[in-house]
């Protein structure tokens, strides 16, 4: 057996052995460096602000480059003027900036200039779309994360850049997250470039678009952007009121105020079908302000549409509407503990219309309703006329302001007659 085993085995010679391209490319050394030099032979022939030139040498160098292998390399080059080591350095071997780089553009930054080149990047990454994934996935978030290494106007550039790129469509705000590692949230560097980016994004863009944005990347609270201390709603809406971006402040406290309305709707529903008990049912609602504060009119919307989504409507459709006055009677209370002024009265009234004309079941209900809000003394006499005069929603109001004439006459008279006694 050793015998046979020593001789070695027969083999074809002079016979080469098929290898498949990509195996070799897989194989082949990865060279950063080299891909570089060779970027920089085709960028070196374009005049500055060229930037159809640019687009034009960029797509031709990709016929003979391998961009999909070297795209981190491509896109730090291309983004901040260089290769980049590992902890944000730049690679210390001798070589010139890029010819072509968002830190070329003019100090101090000018966004119209910015919009030119973030226009040769749509165009490479439309040309070369296997380059898109690792551009946002890889390539922005490692970046990101490097940004206090740089100069503040080089980071002014790069933030109002990627607030470009994020509202043309060409990324997606999932690499923002790398703005909430611990070595950038502190000293405000974190926040400071996120209004940068959202400055940037809200010329061309919506606060709504920006917030579409925002929910599609997974940013969930712009808090984590803050330094730990320094997470409180409050300085957050006077950091970017200071920042002259009044309408995401605005954006982020309706946020909140969803939220807490939300909390406190799921909470009176629990609390009713365990208790009808008013006082229980005032109780949870305060315990819930404790923690989110909401302005009367938001607070009273939720507790309206808390209480009413806990009625079971399972009625048939003649009794409907008797039962839509007993819950309302029953749950007077509550309202009356919350519904103190006069335009959180009117607030309620508006609310209750709204409601009614959503659901057709209650739509006739609606006078009688509001009768009992008055008698229960939810709603004063003034609210009442204020309302019908000039304070109903469009939703049905020729339907309303008709049915309710009767009750806001009565209400009318009755004020009057009692202005008559004073005089007397």
């Not at 052995?17 to 080299?34: D, L, M, S, W």
């Not at 790129?165 to 400071?192: E, F, M, P, R, W």
Request: contains cysteine; proline residues 5%.
């Amino acid at each position: 057996m050793s015998q046979q085993s020593a001789v070695p085995k027969p083999s074809l010679q002079g016979v080469r052995t098929k290898v498949r391209k990509g195996q070799v490319k897989a194989q082949a050394k990865h060279e950063p460096a080299v891909f570089r030099d060779q970027l920089y032979k085709h960028l070196e022939t374009v005049p500055e602000n060229d930037f159809e030139g640019f687009s034009a040498k960029l797509v031709q160098a990709g016929g003979t480059l391998e961009y999909l292998k070297y795209a981190d390399a491509l896109f730090e080059i291309l983004l901040v003027g260089g290769l980049i080591q590992p902890g944000g350095s730049y690679l210390d071997d001798g070589a010139p900036m890029s010819p072509f780089s968002i830190f070329n553009a003019r100090n101090p930054p000018d966004l119209e200039e910015l919009k030119k080149y973030v226009d040769v990047f749509n165009k490479l990454n439309r040309r070369f779309k296997y380059l898109q994934k690792p551009f946002e996935e890889q390539s922005l978030p490692t970046l990101l994360q490097y940004i206090g290494r740089w100069s503040s106007e080089q980071r002014d550039k790069l933030a109002m850049t990627l607030g470009l790129l994020l509202s043309q469509g060409l990324v997606t705000a999932a690499c923002l997250q790398s703005l909430t590692k611990d070595h950038l949230i502190k000293n405000d560097q974190s926040i400071n470039i996120l209004a940068l980016v959202f400055s940037a994004y809200l010329t061309d863009q919506s606060i709504d678009h920006l917030a579409a944005t925002l929910k599609r990347g997974n940013i969930k609270d712009l808090l984590l952007f803050f330094p730990p201390n320094k997470r409180d709603a409050k300085v957050l809406d006077a950091f970017f009121r200071e920042k002259n971006l009044p309408t995401v402040a605005d954006w982020y406290t309706k946020k909140q105020y969803a939220i807490a309305k939300d909390a406190i709707m799921k909470e009176l529903k629990e609390v009713v079908e365990r208790s009808d008990d008013s006082e229980s049912i005032i109780s949870a609602i305060q315990s819930k302000l404790e923690e989110q504060r909401l302005p009367e009119a938001e607070l009273i919307q939720s507790i309206w549409q808390g209480l009413m989504a806990s009625v079971d409507w399972s009625a048939r459709p003649d009794q409907i509407e008797g039962l839509a006055l007993r819950e309302v009677g029953k749950f007077a209370p509550v309202l009356v503990a919350f519904c103190k002024g006069p335009k959180t009265q009117v607030a309620l009234i508006n609310i209750v219309q709204v409601y009614c004309y959503d659901d057709t079941r209650v739509m006739k209900a609606f006078p009688q309703i509001l009768k009992v809000l008055y008698n229960k003394d939810c709603v004063s006499d003034q609210a009442i006329i204020y309302w019908h005069q000039k304070g109903s929603k469009p939703q049905g109001r020729q339907h309303f302001l008709k049915a309710t004439e009767g009750l806001v006459k009565f209400l009318q008279e009755q004020e009057e007659s009692e202005e008559d006694e004073d005089e007397e």
